[in-house]
């Protein structure tokens, strides 16, 4: 049996595949299976001298672009979820400040829920300007 020579004047890129067996292939076929899978379409297969093929592994560029805009989505939906709750919990603070305020100024105990005549007459003889829907106190 005699020994064939080949000439090539390309360049040769290593490859290892799954078993372990290195082999060279050429540049263009390695670059043109990573192109395929980096853009998310099926990868053609390299086969190694053993006969088991091989294709890149992990997530395409594609996949990982998607994956990053729907966790920027998600982040985004969830900011204005919790910008929601935070207005409603606001309002439903100033509707409780509100109201205690009125009801001081009418009289009643916060504690005991009883009516104050004398604290009534106060708020009206020295304070008669107060308005508890917009005061601070």
Not at 91 to 109: E, L, P, Q
Request: aromatic share 4%.
């Amino acid at each position: 049996m005699s020994a064939e020579t080949l000439n090539y004047s390309g360049k040769l890129v290593v490859e290892v595949c799954w078993c372990g067996m290195r082999h060279a292939v050429p540049s263009e076929l390695s670059d043109f299976q990573q192109r395929q899978h980096d853009e998310g379409r099926s990868a053609m297969a390299i086969y190694c001298p053993l006969g088991h093929s091989h294709v890149p592994a992990g997530k395409s560029k594609v996949k990982q672009v998607e994956e990053e805009r729907e966790r920027a989505r998600n982040e985004a939906a969830t900011r204005a979820a919790e910008r929601d709750q935070a207005e409603a919990s606001a309002r439903a603070h100033k509707g409780v400040a509100t109201r205690a305020r009125k009801r001081a100024a009418a009289g009643v105990c916060p504690c005991c829920k009883r009516t104050f005549k004398q604290l009534a007459r106060h708020m009206e003889n020295k304070h008669p300007d107060f308005d508890p829907a917009v005061s601070d106190a």
